[in-house]
């Protein structure tokens, strides 16, 4: 229930503070007083956009506050919970406006988005505006209050969800297997390209191996020469050679009995390069007792590499890059298959959603089918009571498309009207009248109302085009429904102005400079005057007195 509210700098309203109660509060004043830019500042607090248009000429910010009892709401409870946002006593939403046009929100002094407001605000009042009745000539208006007042929003909800997923998998399957020819042709050919670089089973130095090998093999018979010869200088010329001169050379140098620093440097040296050419010689013919010129593996090896070459060439790429070659390949054959796993994972999440969504909608249609008849007599009823005598009403279920999910669900809502007796039921927008469909429009937001979850409902002038005995019936009904929770309605009608629990007086201060607005609480005597003020104008009369009198007391009564 809305408890408290108060407005600062908003439109001509300087300061306001406004404390309400449960049941029926009736909201008078003159046109231009201001009635509705109360309600303008509560939807801001609720979530609805501003500008910096609304920042009272001369002030720097506009600040609204309403403070909301939900000690009897568990749906605004749980929502402030799962966001750590609730507190013990009151909860206070806030909306700041500054003259620059930025905005700010708070919920319980924290702050948050614009969106939260708005969330929050759906589970704690309900606005019905003067203009909403034109909302009625909309397809989608009829889905919504048939499942408000069956009870099924959410499961509404979920349908509407359901078919979004199905119809988002779906483009996604679809994308995925638009390419699956091109993808098919393409693992195919990496398939073929991976297995011949898989038969090659090239190692990792083997190429640099086989090249050198080839490269001796291919030297062979120069190599062995250079070989024999080598070591013939090193120690098998008989006229001389590498190891009997360093031999020779350190027979001389050790002969002497002492010998200089810089001499026994020199004989270190050569007989250090007597062991190395020693050594060598040693490795020289091992390798001419252990080389093989096998022609059968220099051919082995010529059509190894030829094969080795052939495939770079055939791919572009160096022979060392084969290996790289190979893994991307390999990555993108992977890739290819991991496309074929979601083709087959989206294909099982299709139906999954496809049953899904059938169940739902099943059951939101079954809702419908008997909200519908229950609806349709209520509101036909109120019709009879708004001086529509005669009236009829019926919400038509059409089955919908079938081929594919649909967020609506399974059947089209079509609300349809006769207005006069003898007249066949037709679609609202081609048979009501601008008056009609006001009051139809109030019959159906009276009646769906009543099964609202929500304990505060506003009525924003909903009233217009109804007068005589039909507006005392609007009253009683708004009466009616105030006496379950709150109800606040703003209204030109004595009327409905006599059936409420408390009246609010909405007038203009004039100053010298500046105009303000203000809203004072009306006791009996003040209520009966505005009441006769309302009735008769601005001159009051004992009978505009005593029927206004008369009105409010028929009301309490």
């Known amino acids: 229930m809305l408890a408290h509210l108060s407005i600062h700098n908003y439109a001509i309203v300087e300061h306001l503070d406004l ?42 910010k506009a600040d609204i506050l309403a403070s909301f009892d939900v000690t009897r709401i568990p749906e605004a409870q749980a929502w402030l919970r799962e966001r750590d946002l609730e507190q013990d006593g009151p909860c206070i939403l806030r909306r700041v406006i500054t003259a620059e046009g930025r905005s700010r929100s708070y919920i ?35 889905h919504r209050l048939l499942d408000a007042y069956a009870g099924a929003s959410e499961l509404a909800r979920q349908v509407q969800l359901a078919a979004v997923r199905w119809r988002q998998t779906r483009q996604e399957l679809e994308r995925i297997s638009s390419t699956s020819e091109e993808q098919r042709a393409r693992h195919q050919l990496l398939s073929y390209q991976l297995e011949e670089l898989e038969n090659l089973a090239l190692g990792e130095q083997e190429l640099e191996q086989l090249e050198q090998e080839h490269k001796n093999l291919s030297n062979a018979e120069q190599l062995l020469s250079a070989c024999r010869l080598v070591i013939e200088l090193c120690s098998e010329n ?22 200089p620093g810089a001499l026994s440097e020199a004989v270190n040296l050569l007989a250090s390069a007597q062991i190395q050419v020693e050594e060598a010689v040693g490795e020289l013919n091992r390798f001419l007792d252990h080389f093989d010129a096998d022609p059968e593996r ?73 909200a519908a008849q229950r609806l349709s007599a209520a509101v036909e009823q109120e019709m009879q009571r708004l001086g529509m005598p005669g009236g009829r009403f019926s919400i038509e279920l059409h089955a919908g498309k079938q081929d594919i999910p649909q967020p609506q669900g399974l059947e089209l809502v079509e609300f349809q009207v006769s207005a006069n007796p003898g007249q066949p039921l037709r679609p609202l927008g081609k048979v009501a009248s601008g008056g009609e469909l006001s009051r139809i429009s109030l019959a159906i937001q009276v009646i769906t109302a009543q099964t609202s979850r929500v304990p505060t409902l506003v009525f924003d002038e909903v009233d217009v085009g109804i007068g005589g005995p039909t507006a005392e019936v609007v009253g009683q009904l708004l009466r009616r429904l105030g ?42 005597a003040q209520r009966i005057e505005e009441v006769a003020r309302m009735l008769g104008g601005v001159d009051l009369t004992k009978e505009s007195l005593a029927h206004a009198r008369k009105m409010i007391s028929s009301a309490k009564a």
Request: hydrophobic residues 35%.
């Open 19 to 60: 404390e309400l109660s449960g049941g029926m509060s009736v909201i008078t004043g003159e046109t231009g007083a201001g009635k509705s830019i109360m309600l303008d500042a509560l939807g801001l607090a609720l979530g609805d956009r501003a500008d910096s248009s609304v920042v009272r000429p001369g002030a720097d």
């Open 238 to 259: 008989d006229a001389g050679n590498v190891l009997s001169a360093l031999t020779s050379s350190l027979s001389r140098l050790t002969g002497f009995s002492s010998q």
């Open 483 to 524: 006496e379950g929770g709150q109800v606040l309605t703003v209204t030109h009608l004595p009327q409905v102005a006599a059936q409420g629990h408390q009246h609010l007086f909405v007038h203009k201060l004039r100053g010298s400079d500046e105009t303000r607005t203000a809203v004072t609480h009306l006791e009996s």
């Open 108 to 142: 319980n002094g924290t702050p948050c988005p614009q969106g939260d407001l708005k969330a929050l605000g759906e589970l704690l009042i309900d606005i019905h505006s003067q203009h909403e009745h034109q909302s009625l000539l909309k397809i989608d208006t009829h």
């Open 298 to 370: 220099q051919q082995f090896l010529e059509e190894r590499l030829d094969t080795i070459y052939t495939l770079a060439r055939k791919h572009r790429v160096q022979p060392s890059e084969l290996g790289e070659l190979q893994q991307r390949l390999l990555d993108e054959l992977e890739g290819l298959n991991a496309d074929d796993q979601a083709l087959e994972r989206l294909d099982e999440e299709l139906t999954a959603y496809t049953r899904h969504y059938q169940d739902k909608a099943t059951e939101l249609s079954a809702l419908r089918s008997d």
